[in-house]
C-alpha cells in the first residue's frame, strides 16, 4: 500500500474532524425533547426561509436528492403545517413551496435549542469569544465557497 502524501493526509484529517464535529454537536443538543422538526424538516425549513419559494426539483438539486424523497419529505411537512405550496409567482406549471409562519415557529423554538447545544461546546472547550468568531469566520467562508460552487454547477454553460 502506498504511503498517503500530504494533501492526502490533510483531507483524511479534515474528513475525521468534520465527523467529529458533526457528532460532537448533536451530541450536544442532547435529547431531542422540545424540539418538533425531525432533521429534515429542520434542513429544508432553514434553507426555504432564506429566500424565494422553491419547487421539488430546485429543493432535490440544491439538496442533491431525489426529487422522490423531497416529495416524500414535503408531503409530510405539508400534512404538519410546517409548509405550504403556492403558485408559481412567474405563472411556471410547477407549485413552489415555502414555509408557514407555524413552520417558521417550529423551526426557531428548535433551533434555540441547537444554539444553546453550541453554547455547551464552545464552553466546554474553554474558547474565547475571539477564537470561536475565527471559526466561524472560516466556516462561513468555507460554506460561502462551496455554495459560489454549487451556483456555477446549477448555471448552465455559456455559448459563443
Known sequence: MQEPNEQDRRLGDLERELTLLSRHFI?????????SLDRSAYVLLTRLETGEPLTLKELAHTFQ???????????????????????????GPARRFRPTPYGLERLEADRAISRAGAARLIEAAGWSGERTQQFLTLLVE???SIEHLEELAQ???RTS
Not at 436528492?65 to 405563472?91: C, F, W, Y
Open 27 to 35: 451530541a450536544a443538543r442532547g435529547p431531542r425533547i422540545g424540539q
Open 142 to 144: 468555507f460554506n460561502h
Open 155 to 157: 448555471q448552465p454553460p
Open 65 to 91: 436528492a431525489d426529487v422522490s424523497t423531497i416529495h416524500r419529505q414535503m408531503s409530510a411537512m405539508l400534512k404538519n403545517g410546517l409548509v405550504e405550496r403556492i403558485p408559481d409567482p412567474a405563472g
